[in-house]
């Protein structure tokens, strides 16, 4: 049942909590917050929203035109679990004060367009997401650039590197193997007692859980499984989700990261991203199809391919997102879809004869992303796919790392860099914008933050592995 504000205002005086922290995602995908003494906010937050300056949250607005307000949304409401002094957490969409209209460069509130449109086609009335974020837990972490040097290192106790190092209480010897860390048993998998509170706290913040694991590298890399839900929920879920688990590993004297590649030779860290739509309660990717797919879902899945490289630049928006999708670790460079076939980008899992659990997993995804932009720009493809019949051509049912060259020359692949899925963008975006989800003014702005302030500052820095390459010429 939806929280109202009422009940939200009930719960800060029969807990007596004084703060009260409103938390937003910016641009590029990060949460940032405000905390208030709880007197601050009453019924009139929850429509009006809080105001507060906009001018530095990155790729927002101006400093002549930074005043903003941040709207609860009540349903969002939880106990933080990690402050000292009892404070309630809500997550915020936002609005422009002068206007009273949503802010359009918000990642949440396009978020609700995407659905709104979703409603509007009479395709579907709700769109469920459930992502598979997989994260790195490092015993230690350092990096910096200037202009004489560049760097970084990381280590983990349970990486295969230290196998033979000298260790204080005597090395023991269990350091999972490089591409064998994916389900090992205690003593191997050292994780197992930590990950079991991330799950535990997540669900103490709403987030409803599912399972967690260790995955396939070597160095502390570990899943949890949360249970998929609406488009913003999923969303909000995922922010919770990566949220607890930086505070939980942190209180162990931990550091998480969901770089997409942050060791060199073994696997990356995706997000594979579990999507269905469904209209009156009834599931629509369900049919008589390859797989048992409708016809609705393979047009569908025709979106997802037709328009990926321009996806990627939302769902893989890092320059380091492309240091994993290379072939070789698992990774899904190829956009062909098949049954229960890890080696394509699109994954019909064997879910069995229950027509709700039928379901698509795009796995190029990885959680660099910002999911509210991510989602509804999966949606948007999927949607066109839907509504201009774009047929996916016959499924690849082989192990496709065992093809040829020339049968891998003739399978699409993803881009290979961040800079061409910002020209895939900028080529194909008619999908996100004549849906009225996202405007033009969006991609624009996207493109050229992207540009400007990840791939040019790149490619001016010399990295690390070109003075072994090339110092010696």
Avoid at 310 to 329: D, E, H, I, Q, W
């Amino acid at each position: 049942m939806p929280v109202t504000p009422q009940e939200v205002l009930k719960m800060i005086q029969d807990e007596n909590i004084k703060i009260v922290d409103l938390k937003f995602i910016d641009m590029p995908g990060i949460w940032q917050h405000c905390s208030f003494y709880y007197d601050q906010i009453d019924e009139s937050s929850f429509t009006d929203g809080v105001p507060f300056d906009g001018s530095s949250i990155r790729g927002w607005k101006a400093i002549n035109e930074s005043d903003m307000a941040m709207v609860p949304d009540p349903n969002t409401a939880w106990i933080d679990p990690f402050m000292k002094e009892k404070t309630l957490s809500m997550i915020c969409s936002i609005k422009e004060p002068r206007t009273g209209e949503w802010y359009s460069r918000d990642p949440r509130s396009i978020a609700q367009k995407a659905i709104n449109f979703l409603n509007n086609t009479g395709i579907a009335d709700v769109a469920y997401f459930g992502p598979e974020a997989e994260f790195f837990v490092f015993d230690d972490v350092r990096f910096d650039q200037t202009e004489s040097q560049g760097f970084y290192y990381v280590d983990s106790v349970e990486g295969r590197w230290n196998s033979g190092r000298t260790e204080s209480s005597g090395n023991l010897g269990y350091k999972p193997r490089y591409k064998e860390g994916y389900f090992p048993v205690s003593p191997s998998d050292t994780l197992q007692d930590m990950r079991t509170e991330m799950l535990l706290t997540m669900a103490e913040c709403g987030v409803p859980i599912e399972k967690h694991h260790h995955e396939v590298a070597t160095g502390g890399q570990n899943e949890l499984g949360f249970r998929f839900a609406p488009l913003i929920e999923a969303a909000d879920h995922l922010m919770t989700y990566k949220y607890v688990i930086k505070n939980v590993g942190k209180k162990h004297g931990k550091t998480v990261t969901f770089m997409p590649k942050p060791l060199f030779n073994d696997n990356g860290s995706g997000m594979h991203t579990h999507q269905s739509i469904w209209k009156d309660g009834k599931p629509l990717f369900w049919g008589d199809k390859y797989a048992n797919l409708s016809q609705t879902a393979l047009y569908y899945i025709g979106g997802l391919l037709k328009h990926a490289p321009a996806l990627l630049a939302f769902t893989n928006p890092t320059t380091n997102s492309y240091k994993r999708l290379v072939p070789g670790f698992e990774a899904p460079v190829n956009l062909a879809y098949s049954q229960g076939n890890r080696s394509a980008s699109i994954r019909i899992p064997l879910s069995g004869t229950n027509p709700k659990a039928k379901r698509l997993e795009f796995r190029c995804p990885d959680a660099t992303c910002n999911p509210y932009l991510a989602f509804a720009a999966m949606l948007c493809a999927g949607l066109d796919g839907i509504k201009n019949q774009i047929d996916p051509g016959d499924s690849l049912d082989v192990d496709i790392y065992d093809l040829s060259p020339e049968e891998l020359s003739k399978i699409p692949s993803t881009p290979g860099s961040l800079e061409a899925a910002l020209e895939a963008l900028e080529n194909d975006h008619n999908f996100l914008t004549d849906t009225g989800v996202f405007t033009k003014d969006f991609v624009e702005n996207w493109i050229e933050y992207k540009l400007d302030n990840e791939v040019n500052p790149l490619r001016l820095r010399p990295h690390p592995y070109e003075f072994s390459l090339y110092y010696d010429c």
